[in-house]
Antibody, heavy 122, light 111 residues
């Protein structure tokens, strides 16, 4: 059974870099044919798609975050990673690792990790 | 401000039907049948309820249905139950550089 588990820095100081990883178990990220996304949700707010990486490595980012965001795949660890630099309090949110969207499999998000809460504060 | 527009809240009584709208543009909902809907209970992870406008994943109740007309997609829940009380989000493929857009979410209250 496919499972996604996020981990990383729960507290980040303003202007520093937020780093998260998502361990994928039950399937191979690179061999799956799927894209893998990060989606976040600020407290009391809606869902915000951050970006996705296709299993072959190509990436697409939310234009509002593109200058600060890097999403990548570590095939040796079967992990997805996120790095967001120059963070501010506005980046405080629950961050979800999610499977999808994939043009060849369906443009939707069908499997979600439990999420990891990141707080930006000095 | 979200790219897709949803009502902030809707409500209905048990057994009734409700519809949540999701309005986009010709660069997203209006041109592609890639609309999906997600249910999120408080403190829980979002769950896929509808994909490709009308399709239900395995295990989702047939009380949930989706449709689309022009630039507006809709989620209809029939035979409302207390457990349906949650936030609902729509999403669509977008031909703009963002590729993915979400609605701001709709809080469903079962009276």
């Amino acid at each position: 059974q496919l499972q996604l588990q996020e981990s990383g820095s729960g507290l980040v100081k303003p202007s520093q870099t937020l780093s998260l990883t998502c361990a994928v178990s039950g399937d191979s990220i690179s061999g799956s044919g799927y894209s893998w996304s990060w989606i976040r949700q600020s407290p009391g707010k809606g869902l915000e798609w951050l970006g996705y990486v296709y299993h072959l490595g190509s990436t697409y980012y939310n234009p509002s975050l593109q200058s600060r965001l890097t999403i990548s795949i570590d095939r040796s660890q079967n992990e997805l990673s996120l790095k967001l630099n120059s963070v501010t309090a506005a980046d405080t949110a629950m961050y979800y690792c999610v499977r999808g969207p994939t043009v060849t499999r369906g443009w939707y998000f069908d499997l979600w990790g439990r999420g990891t809460l990141v707080t930006v504060s000095s | 401000q979200s790219a897709l527009t949803q009502p902030a809240s809707v409500s209905g009584s048990p057994g009734q039907s409700i519809t949540i709208s999701c309005t986009g543009t010709t660069t997203d909902i209006g041109s592609y049948n890639y609309v999906s809907w997600y249910q999120q209970h408080p403190g829980k992870v979002p769950k896929l309820m509808i994909y490709d406008v009308t399709n239900r994943p395995s295990g989702v109740s047939n009380r949930f249905s989706g449709s689309k007309s022009g630039n507006t997609a809709s989620l209809t829940i029939s035979g409302l139950q207390a457990e349906d009380e949650a936030d609902y989000y729509c999403s669509s493929f977008a031909s703009s550089s963002s590729h993915v857009v979400f609605g701001g979410g709709t809080k469903l209250t079962v009276l």
